[in-house]
DNA sequence: ATAATAGTTGACTGTTTAGTAAACTTTGCT
DNA sequence: AGCAAAGTTTACTAAACAGTCAACTATTAT
């Protein structure tokens, strides 16, 4: 009972948007209840701090990519066409941000998790979390690629890790250049790090 | 004439210092002056505002830095060995640092690259510069590298943006997760991206 | 010595910010 | 209808914040 709301998801929808087109740091409280068209009234009947929305609103914004990312590195597609087709997805999203804020916004998770690392403790864990889930898709798709022998033997765990690093660091590269167009051929360091030439795939 | 001071100096390292060890957007004037031992009326003696410290400060920070990147990618210095000196060094500068503060910091330039691209022009434009110029080091590396054979043939400018990406995106990583154990073997994957085994240098 | 220059200080203003509380409104249940 | 749960609103406080200014102090060239 009682009358229902969708305060909630407004103002993690604003928080997230405002976060990742500004910074968390610059954006207020104040500043997500008018983006969301709530009063700050309701913003603390829901949460307690920025801090707070702010690890809901991550929650639930990777819930829902995923599910397309489990498509992405299906067990059924094979495994470096799983990396490749990541990489093309980002690159899409990433040029649809452009497309919508006129401006290449990069990896939510990685720049929030730079700017707060040694901030907030419980944001950074969540943060953290979401970076390793997103590790262990690469890590299996390579653990695949050896065993199907599309990969050099290699301990898959670093490798994930290294392939991370380049693949975020062009999101991140991109971002602050605001040029989406390093990223149209990000698959090409991906495969270079596997030890993979370049074209070697099934299907894409 | 008139007296001499060193509030400018000293406003600059405290800025820089807690940039890095938080955020920009989280640092205030006010804490900027208590760090720097400087009353605030000083800091708008010769400052405008927290954007413009910043802008002098990080190419003041990048200025004495850059003397020992030179002696690093010395040109007679074999061509792999730059780079692997170069990973060398930020891995022991890491090291230094969560020695020092507690926490793996990364690269300045990327972090607040990252934080204010969206904000802050001038400020951007700066960061801009600075890994402009670093990447040339590594462009410099790589195009010595192919004339001498070392490294396969490619485009030495693109190559380069890769190569930054992954040594960024570590540097990144390391701070998020707060763990030098990264970086140690950084190299190695800057090798693979230029098609390069691993210990085909000629000393280190 | 003193006057001009360079830098310092503290007290001040107005604004933005986070956070609170009590009155009010909508909704569903009985 | 009427009551209770769930959510909304407005007006408020106190603190943090950026930025200003006039009076003050140290340095040095002459």
């Not at 928080?15 to 209840?33: F, K």
């Not at 950074?124 to 690469?138: A, T």
């Not at 380049?166 to 991906?190: C, F, H, P, W």
């Given at each position: 009972?009682?009358?229902?709301?969708?305060?909630?998801?407004?103002l993690?929808?604003?928080?997230?948007e405002?976060?990742w087109t500004?910074?968390?740091?610059?954006?207020t409280?104040?500043q997500?209840?008018?983006r969301?068209g709530?009063?700050?009234?309701?913003f603390?009947?829901?949460?307690n701090?920025?801090?707070?929305?702010?690890v809901?609103a991550?929650?639930?914004?990777?819930q829902?990519?995923?599910?397309e990312?489990?498509r992405?590195?299906s067990a059924?597609?094979?495994?470096l066409?799983r990396?490749?087709k990541y990489?093309d997805?980002s690159y899409?999203?990433?040029c649809?941000?452009?497309?919508?804020?006129?401006?290449?916004l990069?990896?939510?998770?990685?720049s929030?998790g730079s700017?707060?690392?040694?901030q907030?403790d419980?944001?950074?864990k969540k943060?953290?979390?979401?970076?390793?889930?997103?590790r262990?898709y690469i890590?299996?798709?390579?653990?695949?690629?050896?065993?199907s022998?599309?990969?050099p033997?290699?301990?898959?765990s670093?490798k994930?890790q290294m392939?991370?690093?380049y693949?975020?660091?062009m999101l991140?590269?991109?971002?602050?250049?605001?040029?989406?167009g390093?990223?149209?051929k990000m698959?090409?360091?991906?495969f270079?790090?596997?030890?993979?030439k370049d074209?070697a795939?099934?299907t894409?």
């Amino acid at each position: 009972m009682g009358r229902v709301s969708e305060a909630k998801v407004k103002l993690m929808d604003a928080v997230l948007e405002l976060i990742w087109t500004g910074s968390y740091g610059s954006t207020t409280i104040d500043q997500i209840c008018e983006r969301a068209g709530v009063k700050k009234g309701s913003f603390y009947y829901f949460f307690n701090s920025k801090s707070e929305l702010a690890v809901e609103a991550l929650g639930s914004s990777w819930q829902s990519m995923q599910a397309e990312v489990d498509r992405m590195f299906s067990a059924t597609i094979p495994p470096l066409d799983r990396l490749q087709k990541y990489c093309d997805f980002s690159y899409k999203f990433q040029c649809d941000m452009k497309a919508k804020y006129g401006r290449v916004l990069g990896c939510p998770q990685f720049s929030l998790g730079s700017e707060v690392c040694t901030q907030d403790d419980t944001l950074q864990k969540k943060i953290q979390s979401i970076l390793d889930y997103k590790r262990k898709y690469i890590e299996s798709a390579i653990r695949d690629g050896i065993a199907s022998g599309d990969v050099p033997a290699c301990d898959p765990s670093t490798k994930a890790q290294m392939v991370m690093a380049y693949y975020e660091g062009m999101l991140m590269q991109a971002r602050i250049k605001n040029d989406v167009g390093l990223l149209s051929k990000m698959a090409t360091g991906v495969f270079s790090l596997l030890g993979v030439k370049d074209g070697a795939l099934a299907t894409v």
